[in-house]
């Protein structure tokens, strides 16, 4: 690790500058603080999210449910609200990382870094989840830009992030075996909106699948889903799986989340 | 006393607790990187980032200004200083000449040769600080052709001189007339192409060196997380440094795991021990995990053709086998035996396969050196058999316990064609109580239960066989080897009747402290926690060849016994000076002495006394103290068996396939210790299913870059992959040993791979799959499932 300055920010406004000055932001440090062990990050300064409790904690505002960033994936997994309203959500959370990771990691550090293997994206994308910032609120739509880039600016910093609740969701994870990150993970959601189905760790981003979901959207079923062909034309292809197979992992993670829909 | 007396003593076959897990369990354990000496300063290695590579130039004037820095080492600077690093063991090809031999250098000299060869040392006040410098080396490297399959080493650049074709030795074992003239005229012949996969050792405890120099005395000391610190010294003394041995000490002090890749002496162990004298300062290294992916030395890696010809019924009659084998960049301290002597004489397996032949090709290639990993050629060997012999059964229509029940040795001792000699053993006793705790019975009912969930589930066995504690040292020099294979114990009973053990055997996970006290006890008639055992010190153990092969309470345990032998002949003479009687007439049971066909008795204790306060002693006959030491030279090998079960259940649409059940029998012979027997198991199964399921080291084919080289990409086994493991025993006590015993560290590691992948095929069969080779990873079964289907 090379030398840092720690700054712990005591008002989100203190953060924000800090930030705008170039300050790299810690929050879980799930990410940050492996690259920094390993020399492939090198910040000189950090500014520490974790004295700002206003960014903590999960609340059911009418039929939204809203996340402070720096609320801890375990927090979520435990939380009854989460576990009454969006299940799928406390699911998707209980399954990142390892419970280490879970007691430190944040969805705002998550849903910020934009891993493309990252779970919390495809729920986002899927519930139609809004991110608001400290200046603005961001649809989830507009604000994932592929492989770890967003919609933030410099030294906008994520506040929590709001989920309106569905009708009926399903996450279902296939583990990369290594890492344990997503190979595919496939978010499938019947909104007021309509069918959505968000596909995380197949490409270079969360992105939704089209095709499934217009195929959904007119019959919900585990045969509406297997009927797509998935084009395996831009999916990933690594040392854990060709394009051809996440393509079928996408198939078979959808029908199994239907199928698990249909029997809630 | 014989191995039946001693199996019936106190404490033998007793699940005594662990005495090293205290200080395991509450942190309180000394690694080398927990011992700290004054005026210590740190060493971070300079690595090469490509497989080959020409090293042009080295420009050291930066990161030698830089803050902290006191030297930096090149190949340069310790040319003509020091020999290379040695091979421990010498094949000889087909056509008589010797293998090629090429120089290891300690530093890496005008060439890099493997992604992570060293080329540079820093040494720097602090650990931070040699890291920068290290960043600022400038190394001028220009590029040449990796090569890192080892089906690619004929045709590749030559990573050395002396081996233009990359090719090192080409060795056999077998009359190849006979076998070929055999298959000639065979009722059918089986056919297989196999791959044994790659695999990165990852002990828990990284590699760690402090290396020290005492300017007063002149000696070196070199803390190491090592197998064998007599056999480091040994190798690094006389071959490399060239130092007097008796100015040299070796400490492996706790140990964090080895499976073989802290058997080997490595470039850094020597490059410390030779700096420290240079800087007159003590200099810690702490290898960092992604610098164990680089250079511990990696396990398996063989290419293999095999073919079995059989008469109409299924009966072996020959065995024909080529194999070719990746040795890395370098040749690793034991490397060279473990594709020849360790692998060819095990093929024979459980088998009366009367006749094999058995060619082996071993290759260079830019990867990180391959040697001895859990098992060392023993796995390679039984991998290749039995999945074999499985689809020997498939093609014949027998069923998988049929095929090996009509083929198995039945009577003892058997001498196999590819040179050993089994003691004893009961391969049918251990099939038929594995079938019986795997419910092989219900099979078809739980295969059904599995379709109609539609999953595929599939049987496979393995029955496997091992040999442990190479033996005896004659005949392993005249293979090839350079050191011995003996082992030393030294028994020291202190006045008051407690004993210190030293053991030139190392327990690095083993849980020696335990089970060689537990020996100790059983014979003198004390309490275990009255033993302690004491390792890993060339300061304080007379010698030692350490631990690998499951050698060490064959070996090293019986070096301890007769070293028992010794200390209970001469505290006989004590007793019977003390009561008044003959040598003769003196009994010793349960720590007591008594006199043939009187009353008359005396403890342990009081002999032990009498020796150290020799007032009433025959000091013109006998010398005082209680202190004896012992050598001990195997006459063979041991020979553990056993058969493994595994059941698998498959996911036709992810290829996911998760070990369903899995049960092991095994003869280990005598047990002494049962708990830390079945921990052995455990640990063993876990890393030879784990190279079946996930465990897969893969390198770039064009940059020869280690792709696999973090836990992010590298699938290290879980506790969440396994079932829990049905595990049993059977006892034939090994025949040439006093303790009975058999060596259980490797067997799961050996046997468990064939059984899990013969049930992937058993389960895939149904689909149309012929063939697979490790791991059964969920996309390569799908891949497989796919292929089928085209």
């Given amino acids: 690790m090379y030398p840092f300055t720690l700054n712990q920010a005591t008002t989100l406004d203190q953060a924000c500058q800090l930030a705008a000055r170039g300050a790299t932001v810690l929050a879980g440090g799930q990410t940050l603080l492996a690259s920094m062990k390993l020399r492939m990050a090198n910040p000189e300064q950090l500014v520490d999210l974790g004295r700002l409790k206003e960014l903590s904690g999960i609340k059911l505002e009418g039929n939204n449910l809203r996340i402070g960033a720096m609320t801890k994936h375990q927090d979520v997994a435990n939380s009854p609200d989460v576990q009454t309203t969006i299940p799928a959500l406390a699911q998707l959370a209980g399954q990142i990382g390892d419970k280490q990771v879970r007691a430190m990691g944040t969805i705002g550090g998550s849903v910020a870094n934009n891993d493309p293997a990252a779970c919390y994206p495809s729920a986002l994308l899927a519930l139609g989840a809004v991110v608001h910032t400290n200046a603005r609120t961001i649809t989830a739509a507009d604000f994932f830009q592929g492989l770890f880039s967003t919609a933030l600016n410099p030294g906008e910093l994520i506040t929590a992030v709001s989920f309106p609740v569905p009708q009926n969701a399903a996450y279902m994870k296939f583990k990369q075996p290594a890492s344990r990150f997503a190979l595919v993970g496939v978010f499938v959601a019947q909104t007021h909106a309509g069918v959505r189905v968000a596909v995380t760790g197949a490409a270079s981003g969360v992105f939704r699948h089209l095709d499934l979901e217009q195929a959904l959207e007119q019959s919900f079923t585990v045969k509406a889903a297997a009927s797509v062909t998935i084009d395996p034309t831009d999916l990933n292809n690594d040392l854990h799986a060709s394009a051809a197979y996440r393509a079928n992992l996408i198939s078979v993670q959808t029908q199994r989340a239907v199928s698990l829909m249909l029997a809630s | ?790």
């Avoid at chain 2, 060239?242 to 080895?258: F, N, Q, S």
């Avoid at chain 2, 025959?618 to 079960?645: M, V």
């Fill in chain 2, 1 to 790: 006393m014989g191995a039946s007396d001693f199996a019936k003593l106190p404490h033998i076959g007793e699940a005594v607790r662990r005495k090293e897990d205290y200080r395991f369990l509450t942190g309180a354990g000394q690694y080398t990187d927990d011992i700290s000496l004054a005026n210590q300063c740190y060493a971070v290695f300079v690595r090469s980032p490509h497989a080959h590579a020409i090293i042009k130039g080295i420009d050291l004037t930066h990161a030698k200004s830089m803050p902290g820095v006191i030297e930096i080492f090149t190949g340069k600077d310790l040319e003509g200083k020091m020999g290379g690093l040695p091979c421990g063991w010498l094949i000889t090809s087909t056509d008589g000449t010797p293998m090629k031999e090429p120089p290891h250098p300690v530093l890496a000299l005008g060439k890099a040769r493997h992604v992570g060869d060293q080329v540079a040392l820093v040494i720097a006040q602090t650990l931070e600080q040699a890291k920068n410098a290290a960043e600022a080396v400038a190394v001028d490297y220009e590029q040449l052709p990796a090569v890192v399959d080892v089906r690619d080493a004929a045709k590749a650049t030559a990573l050395h001189d002396v081996a233009p074709d990359n090719h090192c030795y080409k060795w056999a074992l077998g009359d190849k007339a006979q076998v070929d003239a055999t298959f000639a005229t065979a009722a059918h012949v089986t056919q297989l192409d196999l791959v044994n996969n790659r695999l990165v050792p990852n002990a828990m405890e990284p590699r760690a060196v402090i290396g020290s120099y005492n300017r007063a005395n002149e000696e070196y000391t070199l803390y190491v997380s090592n197998q064998n610190p007599h056999v480091e010294r040994l190798l690094m003394t006389a071959f490399v440094l060239g130092l007097p041995e008796h100015k040299v000490r070796v400490i492996a002090p706790d140990v964090g795991g080895g499976f073989g890749s802290k058997i080997y002496l490595y470039a850094e162990d020597v490059a410390l021990t030779w700096a420290a004298k240079q800087i007159n300062r003590s200099i810690k290294w702490t290898c960092e995990r992604s610098e164990s992916f680089l250079t511990d030395a990696h396990g398996r890696d063989h290419v293999s053709h095999a073919e079995m010809a059989m008469d109409k019924d299924g009966k072996f009659l020959a065995m024909r086998v080529h194999t070719d084998a990746n040795l890395g960049a370098y040749l690793s301290t034991f490397s060279t035996c473990v594709p020849t002597i360790l692998y060819a004489t095990l093929l024979a397996g459980q088998y009366t396969c009367p006749q094999i032949y058995v060619e082996v090709d071993a290759w260079f290639t830019n990867t990180t050196p391959v040697d001895a990993y859990r098992g060392a050629g023993r796995p390679e060997a039984t991998y290749l058999l039995e999945r074999l012999v499985s689809r020997c059964g498939w093609e014949l229509g027998l069923e998988q316990d049929e095929i090996r029940k009509r083929n198995f040795i039945n009577s003892w001792p058997y001498q196999t064609p590819v040179a050993l000699q089994y003691d004893v053993g009961d391969y049918l006793g251990c099939m038929n109580k594995a079938q019986a705790l795997a419910d092989v019975a219900g099979f078809a009912a739980r295969k059904s239960s599995s379709s109609s969930k539609g999953l595929l589930r599939g049987l496979g066995y393995s029955s496997y066989i091992e040999a442990c504690g190479i033996a005896p040292s004659n005949i392993a020099g005249a293979l090839g080897a350079r050191a011995g294979l003996f082992e030393c114990g030294e028994i020291r009973v202190h006045p008051t009747g407690s004993v210190t053990v030293f053991t030139g055997s190392h327990s690095h996970g083993q849980g020696h402290e335990t089970t060689f006290a537990q020996v100790v006890a059983a014979r003198l008639g004390i309490a275990v926690d009255a033993v302690d055992v004491v390792h890993g010190d060339t300061g304080r153990v007379p010698f030692g060849m350490g631990t690998y092969g499951s050698r060490s309470i064959s070996v090293g345990g019986a070096a301890i016994m007769k070293a028992l032998d010794k200390i209970e002949t001469k505290a006989k003479k004590i007793a019977a000076h003390l009561m008044e009687a003959s040598d003769a007439d003196i009994d010793f049971v349960n720590g007591e002495f008594t006199v043939k066909g009187t009353d008359k008795k005396i403890s342990f204790g009081q002999v032990a006394l009498t020796a150290y306060v020799p007032h009433n002693y025959p000091l013109d006959k006998l010398e005082p103290g209680l202190n004896e030491t012992a050598f001990y030279d195997p006459t063979n090998f041991t020979f553990p068996a056993g058969t493994y079960i595994c059941e698998v259940e498959v996911d036709p649409a992810t290829g996911t396939t998760r070990v369903d059940k899995f049960t092991a029998v095994d003869d280990f012979g005598t047990i002494i210790n049962p708990m830390i027997v079945e921990g052995q198991v455990h640990g063993g199964l876990v890393q030879g299913i784990g190279q079946a399921l996930m465990e897969h080291c893969i390198y770039d084919r064009d940059s020869g870059q280690l792709l696999t080289g973090s836990f992010m990409d590298y699938v290290m086994p879980r506790a969440d992959d396994f079932p829990d493991f049905n595990i049993d025993t059977i006892c034939t006590p090994c025949s040439h040993n006093p303790l009975g015993t058999k060596g259980c560290g490797e067997a799961g590691a050996i046997g468990s791979p064939p059984a899990v992948i013969n049930a992937v095929l058993d389960a895939l069969r149904s689909v149309g799959v012929k063939d697979f080779d490790m791991p059964a990873s969920s996309h390569r079964v799908w891949q497989a499932i796919q292929a089928a289907k085209a």
